[in-house]
């Protein structure tokens, strides 16, 4: 999964390994790095092994490995620190993604379907597609459900189709509990991290309306002054996209190694190729992330001069 991973990215990797451990496989699943809080409730995610936290048990994982599913990310780079040794590796590389422009030499199989709701959709498919739909659990329908709800808004995303409201309707008929995932998800937060949401709206948002953009910019101070943690900042770039009339909404967050930003559009506006422009970074149409080693101030400028250039897409 990639890095810093999200409902998505967890779910389906998890989902997946569920189900080839019941065909008597050996599995692991490994994490570039640490991830949210919220997604500690999956069934199997204790089992998880972090890359920057145990990195030498996960070598060792690696090394052994006969196959490699790669899954909810296009390229290498998105594994972070572990892109190199996944380089290296020998063993049978498969992907199974649903982003843009996937780096095609990196894998020995794949399936790479853009017009797909999430990775998790494409892991039931694949289930499905297997013959073997009897073995999705309970568990696994937990773990796909909640990479649904994540990358569609919660069934309110273009790419949310007649399918995915078809997945469900199957994994609700295997036990699905789909209330207790939205609470897991969504109503699992601490005080601090509310807080923190009302301090960025008030104080760290600006609007062009000229533009039809808006902006939210994080200073390093706000991460410790609210206590942020990995995931407490998850979702935050769609608030601006609720604003009458706002196409296009940017966040940056100024970690330590890199600013990172996050884009989402509504309608036509394309923030895959605005992220890979100006940002150094891709994802889909309407939701997108990027990155800069310039300084927080100088990376705003760069999105208010980025937004001029598109004036005429955005108007
Ligand atoms: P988020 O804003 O939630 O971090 O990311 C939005 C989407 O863009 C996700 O599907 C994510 O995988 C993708 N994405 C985020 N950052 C990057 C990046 O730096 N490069 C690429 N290629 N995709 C990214
Ligand atoms: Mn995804």
Not at 141 to 155: E, K, R
Not at 175 to 190: P, R, T
Request: proline share 3%.
């Amino acid at each position: 999964m990639h890095q810093k991973p999200d409902p998505d990215a967890m779910g389906s990797s998890l989902a997946l390994a569920g189900f080839l451990s019941q065909l008597g496989h050996n599995i692991a699943v490994i994490s570039p790095t640490n991830w949210p809080d919220f997604l500690k409730w999956m069934p199997g995610c204790r089992n998880v092994v972090d890359f920057e936290a145990a990195k030498e048990k996960a070598l060792s994982i690696l090394d052994s490995a006969e196959w490699l599913f790669c899954l909810d990310f296009n390229a290498m780079h998105r594994t972070k620190h572990m892109a190199q040794k996944l380089k290296e590796l020998q063993c049978v590389k498969v992907l199974i993604d649903h982003h843009e422009q996937p780096e095609t030499a990196s894998f020995d199989y794949g399936i790479s379907l853009t017009s797909k709701s999430s990775t998790s959709e494409m892991v039931y498919d694949f289930i499905v597609g297997s013959g073997k739909a009897e073995l999705i659990n309970q568990d696994i329908a937990s773990c796909l459900y909640a990479g649904i709800i994540g990358d569609t808004g919660s069934f309110r995303f273009p790419a949310t189709s007649s399918d995915v409201h078809r997945m469900v309707a199957e994994l609700k008929n295997k036990g699905l509990q789909h209330s207790i995932v939205h609470e897991n998800l969504y109503d699992n937060f601490l005080e601090d991290r509310l807080r923190f949401l009302g301090h960025v709206l008030l104080y760290r948002m600006e609007v062009f309306y000229e533009y039809n953009a808006a902006l939210i910019a994080i200073p390093k101070s706000d991460l410790l002054k609210f206590n942020v943690r990995t995931g407490d900042t998850e979702g935050l770039v769609n608030y601006p996209l609720s604003i009458q009339g706002i196409k296009l909404a940017g966040l940056v967050i100024d970690r330590d190694e890199e600013r990172k930003w996050s884009f989402r559009s509504k309608g036509d506006f394309d923030v895959n190729t605005f992220a890979r422009t100006y940002f150094n970074g891709g994802g889909h149409f309407n939701a997108s992330g990027g990155r800069s080693a310039d300084s927080l101030q100088k990376t705003v400028q760069a999105f208010k001069n980025a937004i001029k250039e598109n004036a005429t897409q955005l108007q």
